[in-house]
């Protein structure tokens, strides 16, 4: 897919761009990833800012929200099985801008990286998914 942007892409087509990058990770995230919803905000609230101790709300990316919690550490007592990968759209684009890198790529990297540190999976296999994913190895 080649994109070209005269204007930064707005929130639903990154929310299309995740959703279809979904479908194409590796086979050990997919099996995490049934049911996942993508949600695209412009930045992180102050209350995740607060919670994850973050000084700079361009330092996050991506933040996989299970749906038993109402914020990172912190579990709701009603059952909502709603798992959501939130995209954050200004800090992504300025990563973008920065790098020069392809947009579908940059995304599909926080991707995984999101995912594979959410699941715990060792540094070196997230490094390797994310290789081997953009390679076409999958």
Not at 72 to 77: A, L
Not at 93 to 119: A, N, P, T
Request: overall charge negative.
């Amino acid at each position: 897919i080649i994109m070209n942007y005269s204007v930064p892409p707005g929130a639903e087509e990154i929310e299309v761009m995740a959703a279809t990058m979904l479908d194409n990770l590796p086979e050990e995230l997919l099996e995490y990833c049934e049911g996942l919803a993508i949600k695209v905000e412009d930045f992180p609230d102050e209350t995740i800012i607060g919670e994850l101790d973050i000084e700079d709300p361009y330092d996050l990316l991506a933040l996989y929200k299970s749906g038993k919690e109402i914020s990172p550490g912190v579990e709701k007592k009603t059952a909502n099985d709603d798992d959501v990968l939130v995209i954050y759209r200004r800090p992504l684009l300025d990563m973008w801008c920065e790098s020069c890198d392809d947009l579908m790529g940059l995304l599909r990297q926080v991707i995984i990286e999101e995912l594979g540190r959410h699941f715990d999976f060792p540094d070196e296999e997230i490094e390797e998914l994310g290789r081997r994913h953009y390679q076409g190895m999958l």
